[in-house]
Protein backbone atom coordinates (compact mmCIF):
# COMPACT_ATOMS: atom_id res chain seq x y z
CA UNK A 1 0.00 0.00 0.00
CA UNK A 2 1.25 3.67 -0.49
CA UNK A 3 1.36 5.63 2.13
CA UNK A 4 -1.17 8.98 2.31
CA UNK A 5 -0.01 11.25 -0.63
CA UNK A 6 -0.07 14.51 1.94
CA UNK A 7 1.86 12.86 4.75
CA UNK A 8 3.42 15.46 6.59
CA UNK A 9 0.13 17.57 6.77
CA UNK A 10 -2.68 17.85 9.25
CA UNK A 11 -5.43 16.01 8.25
CA UNK A 12 -6.63 12.87 6.12
CA UNK A 13 -6.61 13.00 2.70
CA UNK A 14 -9.80 10.83 0.74
CA UNK A 15 -10.75 9.34 -1.92
CA UNK A 16 -12.03 11.61 -4.42
CA UNK A 17 -15.76 12.05 -3.94
CA UNK A 18 -15.80 10.67 -0.56
CA UNK A 19 -16.49 13.00 1.90
CA UNK A 20 -17.66 11.22 5.23
CA UNK A 21 -16.99 7.80 5.91
CA UNK A 22 -17.30 7.52 9.46
CA UNK A 23 -20.20 6.44 10.97
CA UNK A 24 -20.60 9.31 13.47
CA UNK A 25 -23.52 9.81 16.38
CA UNK A 26 -24.05 12.23 18.87
CA UNK A 27 -26.82 12.72 21.70
CA UNK A 28 -27.43 15.18 24.45
CA UNK A 29 -30.07 13.20 26.96
CA UNK A 30 -31.69 13.87 29.78
CA UNK A 31 -31.17 10.92 31.39
CA UNK A 32 -29.16 7.46 31.91
CA UNK A 33 -30.40 4.56 33.85
CA UNK A 34 -28.75 1.41 34.02
CA UNK A 35 -28.19 -1.17 36.46
CA UNK A 36 -26.11 -4.78 36.28
CA UNK A 37 -27.75 -7.86 37.70
CA UNK A 38 -26.97 -11.15 38.40
CA UNK A 39 -27.99 -14.92 37.69
CA UNK A 40 -29.63 -14.68 34.23
CA UNK A 41 -28.28 -17.24 31.39
CA UNK A 42 -27.63 -14.30 28.44
CA UNK A 43 -27.75 -10.69 29.90
CA UNK A 44 -25.67 -8.94 32.57
CA UNK A 45 -26.86 -5.53 32.24
CA UNK A 46 -29.55 -2.98 31.39
CA UNK A 47 -29.61 0.89 30.53
CA UNK A 48 -31.36 3.22 28.95
CA UNK A 49 -30.79 7.09 26.98
CA UNK A 50 -33.60 9.28 27.52
CA UNK A 51 -34.30 12.33 25.55
CA UNK A 52 -37.18 14.69 25.78
CA UNK A 53 -39.01 15.95 22.79
CA UNK A 54 -40.58 19.27 22.70
CA UNK A 55 -43.44 17.45 23.18
CA UNK A 56 -42.61 16.44 26.46
CA UNK A 57 -42.65 12.38 25.78
CA UNK A 58 -39.35 10.43 26.26
CA UNK A 59 -36.67 9.49 22.82
CA UNK A 60 -35.63 6.34 24.52
CA UNK A 61 -32.70 3.64 23.65
CA UNK A 62 -33.05 0.26 25.97
CA UNK A 63 -29.94 -1.76 25.80
CA UNK A 64 -29.07 -4.90 26.75
CA UNK A 65 -25.78 -6.42 27.38
CA UNK A 66 -25.08 -10.34 26.53
CA UNK A 67 -22.69 -12.01 28.75
CA UNK A 68 -20.21 -11.86 25.94
CA UNK A 69 -19.98 -8.02 26.33
CA UNK A 70 -22.27 -7.62 22.91
CA UNK A 71 -25.27 -5.07 22.81
CA UNK A 72 -29.06 -4.96 21.56
CA UNK A 73 -30.64 -1.42 21.00
CA UNK A 74 -34.03 -0.90 21.62
CA UNK A 75 -35.77 2.09 20.31
CA UNK A 76 -38.74 3.74 20.31
CA UNK A 77 -37.98 7.19 18.47
CA UNK A 78 -37.65 7.26 14.12
CA UNK A 79 -34.65 8.95 14.40
CA UNK A 80 -32.73 6.66 16.36
CA UNK A 81 -34.17 3.33 14.73
CA UNK A 82 -32.48 5.36 11.75
CA UNK A 83 -29.60 5.45 13.41
CA UNK A 84 -28.60 2.14 13.04
CA UNK A 85 -28.96 1.64 9.50
CA UNK A 86 -25.81 0.61 8.29
CA UNK A 87 -24.12 -0.44 11.88
CA UNK A 88 -22.53 -3.44 12.87
CA UNK A 89 -25.06 -3.60 16.10
CA UNK A 90 -28.53 -5.25 16.29
CA UNK A 91 -31.42 -2.53 16.21
CA UNK A 92 -35.14 -3.64 17.06
CA UNK A 93 -38.28 -0.37 17.17
CA UNK A 94 -39.96 -1.23 20.47
CA UNK A 95 -42.34 0.83 22.70
CA UNK A 96 -41.11 1.78 26.04
CA UNK A 97 -42.86 2.44 28.83
CA UNK A 98 -41.04 5.20 31.32
CA UNK A 99 -41.94 6.56 34.71
CA UNK A 100 -39.68 8.65 36.72
CA UNK A 101 -40.20 9.71 40.17
CA UNK A 102 -38.11 13.19 41.53
CA UNK A 103 -38.69 12.29 45.39
CA UNK A 104 -37.39 14.06 48.02
CA UNK A 105 -33.41 13.34 47.91
CA UNK A 106 -33.96 10.55 45.73
CA UNK A 107 -34.55 9.37 42.27
CA UNK A 108 -36.94 6.47 41.24
CA UNK A 109 -37.21 5.24 37.89
CA UNK A 110 -39.41 2.52 36.29
CA UNK A 111 -38.83 1.54 32.11
CA UNK A 112 -40.44 -1.67 30.66
CA UNK A 113 -40.15 -3.06 27.19
CA UNK A 114 -40.02 -6.42 25.04
CA UNK A 115 -36.76 -7.17 24.24
CA UNK A 116 -35.69 -8.24 20.90
CA UNK A 117 -36.76 -11.82 21.44
CA UNK A 118 -40.29 -10.85 23.23
CA UNK A 119 -39.49 -11.49 26.75
CA UNK A 120 -41.27 -8.43 28.98
CA UNK A 121 -38.06 -6.40 30.47
CA UNK A 122 -38.46 -4.62 33.45
CA UNK A 123 -35.90 -2.19 35.17
CA UNK A 124 -36.96 -0.36 38.72
CA UNK A 125 -34.13 1.46 39.86
CA UNK A 126 -34.68 3.46 43.35
CA UNK A 127 -31.41 5.73 44.03
CA UNK A 128 -29.27 6.16 47.42
CA UNK A 129 -29.67 10.33 46.94
CA UNK A 130 -29.91 12.62 44.84
CA UNK A 131 -27.69 13.02 40.94
CA UNK A 132 -24.20 14.78 42.56
CA UNK A 133 -22.21 16.92 40.27
CA UNK A 134 -19.18 15.64 41.98
CA UNK A 135 -20.04 11.81 40.51
CA UNK A 136 -19.62 13.08 37.12
CA UNK A 137 -17.22 12.82 34.22
CA UNK A 138 -16.41 10.59 31.38
CA UNK A 139 -17.84 7.22 31.38
CA UNK A 140 -15.24 3.82 31.35
CA UNK A 141 -17.54 2.00 28.75
CA UNK A 142 -15.50 -1.27 29.98
CA UNK A 143 -15.75 -4.03 27.29
CA UNK A 144 -19.00 -3.09 26.39
CA UNK A 145 -19.67 -3.81 22.75
CA UNK A 146 -16.13 -3.28 21.92
CA UNK A 147 -15.99 -4.57 18.35
CA UNK A 148 -18.83 -1.98 17.61
CA UNK A 149 -18.79 1.10 19.09
CA UNK A 150 -15.89 3.77 20.00
CA UNK A 151 -18.00 5.23 22.06
CA UNK A 152 -17.93 8.97 24.43
CA UNK A 153 -19.83 9.54 27.31
CA UNK A 154 -20.19 11.87 29.64
CA UNK A 155 -22.30 12.54 32.82
CA UNK A 156 -23.31 15.58 34.59
CA UNK A 157 -24.85 14.55 37.94
CA UNK A 158 -25.08 10.91 38.83
CA UNK A 159 -25.98 8.71 42.08
CA UNK A 160 -26.10 4.88 42.60
CA UNK A 161 -28.84 2.26 43.02
CA UNK A 162 -30.17 1.94 46.03
CA UNK A 163 -31.27 -1.99 47.53
CA UNK A 164 -35.03 -1.24 46.34
CA UNK A 165 -33.37 -2.13 42.62
CA UNK A 166 -34.18 -4.60 40.99
CA UNK A 167 -34.55 -6.28 37.47
CA UNK A 168 -37.24 -8.16 35.81
CA UNK A 169 -36.72 -10.54 32.53
CA UNK A 170 -39.42 -12.53 31.43
CA UNK A 171 -41.46 -11.87 35.44
CA UNK A 172 -38.51 -13.48 36.65
CA UNK A 173 -36.37 -11.31 39.36
CA UNK A 174 -33.08 -10.46 38.86
CA UNK A 175 -30.33 -9.47 41.47
CA UNK A 176 -28.74 -5.83 41.44
CA UNK A 177 -24.98 -6.49 42.93
CA UNK A 178 -24.01 -4.64 45.98
CA UNK A 179 -21.18 -1.66 45.14
CA UNK A 180 -20.39 -0.25 47.91
CA UNK A 181 -21.04 -1.24 51.88
CA UNK A 182 -19.66 0.73 54.47
CA UNK A 183 -21.82 0.47 57.93
CA UNK A 184 -25.75 1.47 57.04
CA UNK A 185 -24.80 2.77 53.89
CA UNK A 186 -25.58 0.57 50.67
CA UNK A 187 -25.07 1.29 47.14
CA UNK A 188 -25.90 -1.43 44.57
CA UNK A 189 -24.27 -1.98 41.17
CA UNK A 190 -26.95 0.66 39.24
CA UNK A 191 -26.72 4.31 38.05
CA UNK A 192 -29.27 7.39 37.79
CA UNK A 193 -27.53 10.44 35.65
CA UNK A 194 -29.08 13.29 35.01
CA UNK A 195 -27.90 15.12 32.15
CA UNK A 196 -26.01 13.00 29.93
CA UNK A 197 -23.81 13.35 26.70
CA UNK A 198 -23.05 10.55 23.96
CA UNK A 199 -20.81 10.23 20.92
CA UNK A 200 -19.68 7.46 19.18
CA UNK A 201 -18.03 5.88 15.95
CA UNK A 202 -19.70 2.63 14.97
CA UNK A 203 -19.04 -0.01 13.12
CA UNK A 204 -20.83 -0.61 9.65
CA UNK A 205 -20.80 -0.20 6.46
CA UNK A 206 -21.76 3.10 4.69
CA UNK A 207 -22.67 3.42 1.25
CA UNK A 208 -23.97 5.88 -1.71
CA UNK A 209 -24.12 6.76 -5.27
CA UNK A 210 -22.45 9.55 -6.89
CA UNK A 211 -25.31 11.50 -8.98
CA UNK A 212 -23.41 15.01 -9.03
CA UNK A 213 -20.01 15.85 -7.97
CA UNK A 214 -18.78 20.01 -8.18
CA UNK A 215 -17.46 21.38 -11.17
CA UNK A 216 -14.80 23.37 -9.13
CA UNK A 217 -13.83 23.65 -5.34
CA UNK A 218 -15.99 26.88 -5.17
CA UNK A 219 -18.71 28.39 -2.61
CA UNK A 220 -22.01 26.80 -3.55
CA UNK A 221 -20.85 23.93 -5.17
CA UNK A 222 -22.59 20.23 -4.55
CA UNK A 223 -22.24 16.74 -4.22
CA UNK A 224 -25.16 14.89 -4.50
CA UNK A 225 -25.54 11.48 -3.64
CA UNK A 226 -28.32 8.89 -3.21
CA UNK A 227 -28.03 6.21 -0.63
CA UNK A 228 -31.21 3.78 0.74
CA UNK A 229 -33.12 5.59 -1.55
CA UNK A 230 -32.65 9.37 0.32
CA UNK A 231 -31.00 12.28 -1.44
CA UNK A 232 -27.86 13.24 0.15
CA UNK A 233 -26.56 16.99 -0.20
CA UNK A 234 -23.33 18.16 0.47
CA UNK A 235 -22.73 22.09 -0.39
CA UNK A 236 -19.45 24.18 -0.26
CA UNK A 237 -20.70 26.87 2.25
CA UNK A 238 -17.35 29.04 2.29
CA UNK A 239 -14.31 29.14 1.38
CA UNK A 240 -11.27 30.92 3.75
CA UNK A 241 -8.50 32.89 2.18
CA UNK A 242 -5.72 29.80 3.05
CA UNK A 243 -8.17 27.52 0.94
CA UNK A 244 -9.84 25.58 3.85
CA UNK A 245 -13.55 24.61 2.77
CA UNK A 246 -16.25 24.53 4.84
CA UNK A 247 -18.86 21.92 3.60
CA UNK A 248 -22.28 20.93 5.57
CA UNK A 249 -24.58 18.34 4.62
CA UNK A 250 -28.17 20.05 3.87
CA UNK A 251 -30.33 17.88 6.02
CA UNK A 252 -30.99 17.98 9.77
CA UNK A 253 -27.98 15.44 10.20
CA UNK A 254 -25.40 18.62 11.68
CA UNK A 255 -22.54 17.52 9.89
CA UNK A 256 -20.23 19.41 8.58
CA UNK A 257 -16.53 19.05 7.08
CA UNK A 258 -13.81 21.37 7.08
CA UNK A 259 -11.22 20.22 3.91
CA UNK A 260 -8.72 21.45 1.29
CA UNK A 261 -9.12 20.23 -2.04
CA UNK A 262 -6.20 18.19 -3.62
CA UNK A 263 -5.85 16.11 -6.72
CA UNK A 264 -6.22 13.27 -4.87
CA UNK A 265 -9.07 14.17 -2.69
CA UNK A 266 -9.92 16.11 0.41
CA UNK A 267 -7.58 16.63 2.89
CA UNK A 268 -10.20 16.43 5.55
CA UNK A 269 -9.15 18.43 9.27
CA UNK A 270 -12.38 18.38 10.60
CA UNK A 271 -15.84 16.54 10.70
CA UNK A 272 -18.15 17.58 13.04
CA UNK A 273 -21.74 15.92 14.35
CA UNK A 274 -23.93 18.10 16.31
CA UNK A 275 -27.19 16.56 18.07
CA UNK A 276 -29.40 19.52 16.28
CA UNK A 277 -28.51 21.44 13.54
CA UNK A 278 -29.63 24.66 15.04
CA UNK A 279 -27.57 23.80 18.45
CA UNK A 280 -23.78 24.60 18.94
CA UNK A 281 -21.64 21.83 20.33
CA UNK A 282 -21.71 18.14 19.43
CA UNK A 283 -19.03 15.49 18.43
CA UNK A 284 -15.75 16.46 16.36
CA UNK A 285 -13.22 14.03 14.54
CA UNK A 286 -10.22 16.55 14.10
CA UNK A 287 -7.06 15.68 12.33
CA UNK A 288 -5.14 18.94 13.55
CA UNK A 289 -1.95 17.36 13.44
CA UNK A 290 -0.07 15.12 10.49
CA UNK A 291 -0.59 11.50 11.88
CA UNK A 292 -2.77 12.07 14.69
CA UNK A 293 -6.48 12.52 15.72
CA UNK A 294 -8.85 13.15 18.07
CA UNK A 295 -12.01 12.95 19.69
CA UNK A 296 -13.92 16.11 21.33
CA UNK A 297 -17.82 16.13 22.62
CA UNK A 298 -18.53 19.76 23.37
CA UNK A 299 -15.28 21.28 23.24
CA UNK A 300 -13.57 18.41 25.30
CA UNK A 301 -11.03 16.02 24.01
CA UNK A 302 -12.00 13.32 25.29
CA UNK A 303 -9.95 10.26 23.02
CA UNK A 304 -6.53 10.69 20.92
CA UNK A 305 -3.70 8.90 18.98
CA UNK A 306 -2.51 7.93 15.38
CA UNK A 307 -4.64 8.37 12.27
CA UNK A 308 -2.90 6.98 8.98
CA UNK A 309 -3.94 6.90 5.64
CA UNK A 310 -2.78 3.88 3.11
CA UNK A 311 -3.70 3.96 -0.80
CA UNK A 312 -3.52 0.44 -2.89
CA UNK A 313 -5.43 -0.22 -6.30
CA UNK A 314 -8.42 2.04 -6.04
CA UNK A 315 -9.07 0.96 -2.08
CA UNK A 316 -8.16 3.25 1.05
CA UNK A 317 -7.79 1.95 4.53
CA UNK A 318 -7.94 5.14 6.95
CA UNK A 319 -6.94 3.54 10.54
CA UNK A 320 -7.10 5.22 14.15
CA UNK A 321 -5.39 4.03 17.16
CA UNK A 322 -6.37 5.30 20.15
CA UNK A 323 -3.79 5.87 22.42
CA UNK A 324 -5.75 7.76 25.44
CA UNK A 325 -7.40 7.06 27.70
CA UNK A 326 -6.70 3.46 28.97
CA UNK A 327 -10.07 2.09 27.54
CA UNK A 328 -10.15 3.46 24.22
CA UNK A 329 -6.91 1.72 23.02
CA UNK A 330 -8.13 -1.44 22.08
CA UNK A 331 -11.12 -0.18 20.06
CA UNK A 332 -8.86 0.80 16.83
CA UNK A 333 -11.04 1.89 14.15
CA UNK A 334 -9.89 0.85 10.77
CA UNK A 335 -12.46 2.37 7.49
CA UNK A 336 -12.16 0.61 4.13
CA UNK A 337 -12.72 2.82 1.16
CA UNK A 338 -13.45 1.36 -2.34
CA UNK A 339 -15.34 2.42 -5.23
CA UNK A 340 -17.03 0.75 -7.91
CA UNK A 341 -18.12 3.64 -11.10
CA UNK A 342 -20.40 5.57 -9.13
CA UNK A 343 -21.01 3.16 -6.25
CA UNK A 344 -18.52 4.43 -3.14
CA UNK A 345 -18.49 2.18 0.24
CA UNK A 346 -16.78 2.71 3.28
CA UNK A 347 -16.94 -0.69 5.86
CA UNK A 348 -15.83 0.28 9.24
CA UNK A 349 -14.08 -1.93 11.77
CA UNK A 350 -13.76 -1.49 15.71
CA UNK A 351 -11.35 -3.37 17.35
CA UNK A 352 -7.52 -4.59 17.55
CA UNK A 353 -6.85 -7.99 15.45
Known amino acids: MSQNPC ?8 PPDLLQPFLLRFRREDLHIMAFFSGHPDYEAVEAMISYR ?17 QIDHVNDDDLSAEGHGVARQTCRRDIALAIDALPRRR ?3 LEFDSHAGEPVVLDIATVGEPDPQRGGVSDPGNHSPNSSLPLMRRRASTFAGPQTAVFVGGKRFEVPVKIRSGPFVAHEGYF ?10 AGTLSYRLKTSPARMAVGEEWILESDGRVIVYRIESS ?5 LCIARKDTSGVSIEAFATGDGLRVTRIGKLADAEL ?7 FDEAGHFSLAMEGETIVSGSAEAKRQA ?8 PTQPHWAVARQVRVTCSRDGDLLTAVTTIGRS
Do not use: W
Not at 55 to 63: E, H, K, L, V, Y
Open 314 to 321: GTAVITLS
Open 240 to 244: NPDGK
Open 280 to 286: QGGLDLA
Open 7 to 14: AGEAGIVL
Open 108 to 110: HAR
Open 193 to 202: TEGHTFGAIR
Open 54 to 70: GDGTPSIRAILTRHDQS
